[in-house]
Nanobody
Framework: QVQLVESGGGLVQAGGSLRLSCAAS????????MAWFRQAPGKEREFVAA????????YYADSVKGRFTISRDIAKNTAYPQMNSLKPEDTAVYYC????????????????????WGQGTQVTVSS
């Protein structure tokens, strides 16, 4: 099992930016997919973005396309979602997830596809 440690959350005004990070405790394989999900109070956990280590291929939820960019540093086993033009509706706990398998496109946005999860980091966007 891989431990995932998230950081970078906080309070920001609408229109501002935050960069989260998710560091894996051991070297990730090329097939690894690392994703971010978020959960707001009273809502279900939803997909935000994902990156496949090889390639890299990236995936984004429609709600964040054009505002969020996900990248990875192979040497650091870390993925970074850069979140720009933040909106109050982006407020949520953001969770990092990882799986060593090469997921099908249909699986990437499904939370149950991922084996390892981080503890979450709070992102609050004030209006």
């Amino acid at each position: 099992q891989v431990q995932l440690v998230e950081s970078g959350g906080g309070l920001v005004q609408a229109g501002g930016s935050l960069r989260l990070s998710c560091a894996a405790s051991r070297r990730t394989v090329n097939t690894n997919t690392m994703a971010w999900f978020r959960q707001a109070p009273g809502k279900e956990r939803e997909f935000v973005a994902a990156i496949v280590w090889s390639g890299p291929s990236t995936y984004y939820a429609d709600s964040v396309k054009g505002r969020f960019t996900i990248s990875r540093d192979i040497a650091k086993n870390t993925a970074y979602p850069q979140m720009n033009s933040l909106k109050p509706e982006d407020t949520a706990v953001y969770y990092c997830a990882s799986d060593p398998r090469l997921l099908r496109t249909s699986q990437v946005q499904v939370a149950n596809s991922y084996y390892d999860w981080g503890q979450g980091t709070q992102v609050t966007v004030s209006s």
